[in-house]
């Protein structure tokens, strides 16, 4: 049943996004991001924890995430000395990650 749920469909359904917080977020990437999850609510997951993540740098327990909570996009929020007020947008397909955009 669940392989059979998966399958390719001629019309396929809207991607679910899942919204994640690095170690250290602003207020600035906390507001963007509860700005994007209200638009899409309906289909969407927020994950309150703090992530140790680097979404350049290592992707598979991001892949991983993506992967178990069923999600075909990400946005990733960050902010660190070297890159304050980061936020990262990617496509997961195949259980591997696309591309990601930093914003």
């Known amino acids: 049943k669940i392989l059979k749920d998966r399958e390719p469909k001629a019309v396929e359904g809207p991607k679910k996004t899942i919204f994640l917080k690095g170690n250290k977020t602003s207020e600035k990437v906390n507001s963007a991001m ?45 902010n660190s000395k070297k890159r304050p007020d980061s936020l990262y947008m990617g496509r997961v397909y195949n259980e591997k990650i696309l591309d990601v955009a930093e914003f």
């Not at 309150?48 to 740098?57: F, Q, S, Y």
């Open 34 to 78: 509860k700005s994007l999850f209200l638009v899409k609510r309906d289909n969407s997951v927020f994950l309150n924890e703090r992530w140790e993540l680097r979404p350049m740098e290592t992707e598979n327990k991001l892949e991983y995430i993506c992967n178990k909570k069923d999600c075909g996009l990400f946005v990733f929020g960050l």
